[in-house]
């Protein structure tokens, strides 16, 4: 029983993780010092910026990238006093991409042969999330994060995606800042 019980957990664990698609980098300027930013805001996007986003989706990153920032930011309500430290910018890039399959069979004998070429085609939408963290004074990007992953095109399913995505760019971004 104690067996099975690892075996599924174990399995479970490997579920979890696979599951997880998105691709994540990110990039520090060489000058940048991110520990001495205190105060993020999410930076006001020009209206026909986001080209390929629609108005909900447009609403549910930017409060997915809001949430985030509220919590990187040590100093609460600070926007009247000084100014945010580091304005968040993002953009988003949705591309349709396709995945080609070749299977090739042979048939046979001694003397003859047979060769049947099958060609699967898999239409996919993929999409980018593109942070930067633009130092509010200097104008200059100090941090810039991207992720990629399939889109499900399932709203529901869409909203916990941009979530999971956001999430993932600002986890990158707390372990650039710490190390």
Same mark, same amino acid.
């Given at each position: 029983m104690k067996t099975t019980l690892r075996i599924?957990?174990?399995?479970?664990?490997?579920?979890?993780?696979?599951?997880?698609?998105?691709?994540?980098?990110?990039?520090?300027a060489d000058?940048?010092?991110?520990?001495?930013?205190? #105060?993020?805001?999410?930076a006001d996007t020009e209206k026909g910026f986001l080209p390929n986003v629609n108005p909900t989706q447009k609403m549910q990153l930017e409060k997915a990238i809001a949430e985030q920032a509220a919590a990187l930011s040590t100093v609460q309500n600070n926007s009247g006093?000084?100014?945010?430290?580091?304005?968040?910018?993002?953009f988003v890039i949705v591309d349709t991409k396709q995945?080609?399959?070749? &299977?090739?069979? &042979?048939?046979?004998?001694?003397?003859?042969? &047979?060769?049947i070429t099958d060609v699967d085609v898999r239409e996919y939408t993929?999409?980018?999330?593109?942070?930067? #963290?633009?130092?509010?004074?200097?104008?200059?990007?100090?941090?810039?994060?991207?992720?990629?992953? @399939?889109?499900?095109?399932?709203?529901?399913?869409l909203e916990e995606? @941009?979530?999971e995505?956001?999430?993932?760019? #600002?986890d990158q971004y707390k372990t650039d800042q710490n190390s």
């Open positions: 599924l957990s174990v399995f479970l664990v490997l579920l979890v993780t696979a599951c997880s698609s998105l691709k994540v980098s990110s990039e520090t000058t940048a010092d991110l520990n001495k930013y205190n #105060f993020y805001t999410v006093v000084t100014g945010p430290d580091v304005l968040v910018s993002y995945d080609y399959n070749v &299977y090739t069979n &042979y048939y046979g004998r001694r003397r003859w042969q &047979y060769q993929e999409g980018t999330l593109i942070v930067d #963290f633009v130092d509010a004074k200097t104008k200059q990007v100090v941090w810039h994060g991207s992720t990629t992953g @399939i889109i499900n095109p399932n709203s529901i399913k995606k @941009i979530n995505a956001v999430k993932a760019i #600002f």
